[in-house]
């Protein structure tokens, strides 16, 4: 599985995105600001690593904090949370992982824990939050495959991959357990411009895990619909708003609508974290 993000000792590891798939490269990021401009600058992206790395982000701030009294330990989390928090606007993962973070400190300042201790059970919790991305992928992949066809071509759009999670992915988790189910899938990528994170990415990894894909350009995907060379599509979302529209890459709407149009099922896979019910519908996004 392609390690997206990791903690290590000298800092957070993650693959930078930017480079794929040309160079496939693995800075590490030594303090919470540089953590803040890789989410920034997209060296990590997808909604669900960003919420990962914005756990870890806060966790490495933390641990390199010399604050001593708890007022100066309240003002370096709020300083750190705050900066993390004003990196990517859209992906509603990243302030779930802030406020979840939040909340822990939270409850270990009430407590009157020391710095080591709010230092180690932080970085506990951003573990966490990876672990559980990484599982919650591989339940929404089971649920998900049973609705992909036993011998087909699905159409994705941007990438909603193991690079836009902790791991294994969202969308392209469904169809990687639907080939694990041994399933005869093929899958063509929207090419997704202006980043290109389907040309560059969805099919760089999945390329990795030996699964049959080709990049079309983003305006060739009706002619496909239309030829019936595609049986179902599904992608990912960086928000989810109350009644269910979703918030994805520019594109996306193009692709529902064409889908809908040639009778074609539409899905989209995503953790409970990208819902965000604060959020009535879709244009407040």
Request: negative net charge; hydrophobic residues 45%.
């Amino acid at each position: 599985m392609i390690k997206t993000i990791e903690w290590t000792d000298s800092g957070v590891r993650m693959i930078d995105q930017r480079k794929l798939p040309m160079l496939e490269e693995y800075p590490v990021f030594e303090t919470f600001q540089d953590v803040a401009e890789a989410i920034r600058s997209m060296v990590i992206r997808g909604a669900p690593a960003i919420g990962v790395a914005a756990a870890m982000g806060i966790a490495l701030g933390m641990k390199k904090s010399t604050a001593g009294e708890p007022d100066t330990i309240r003002a370096d989390f709020q300083e750190i949370a705050e900066t993390i928090a004003g990196t990517r606007p859209t992906a509603v993962n990243l302030f779930w992982a802030v406020e979840r973070m939040t909340r822990r400190f939270e409850v270990l300042m009430d407590r009157g824990e020391n710095l080591n201790q709010v230092r180690s059970e932080l970085l506990a919790e951003a573990l966490a939050i990876q672990e559980e991305d990484i599982a919650n992928n591989k339940r929404i992949g089971q649920f998900g495959q049973e609705l992909m066809p036993a011998n087909g071509t699905v159409l994705t759009h941007c990438n909603a991959g193991a690079l836009a999670t902790a791991g294994y992915g969202t969308a392209l988790g469904v169809i990687r357990a639907a080939v694990e189910a041994g399933k005869r899938l093929r899958v063509i990528a929207d090419e997704t411009r202006p980043f290109l994170q389907g040309a560059r990415l969805t099919a760089w990894e999945l390329w990795k895990d030996e699964i049959d894909v080709r990049v079309i350009a983003d305006n060739m995907a009706g002619s496909f619909m239309r030829q019936g060379l595609i049986d179902a599509v599904i992608v990912g979302a960086d928000r989810i708003a109350g009644n269910g529209d979703v918030a994805n890459k520019i594109g996306t709407y193009s692709v529902a609508v064409l889908a809908k149009h040639h009778d074609i099922p539409f899905y989209v896979a995503a953790p409970v974290s990208t819902l965000d019910l604060s959020i009535a519908h879709g244009s407040d996004i």
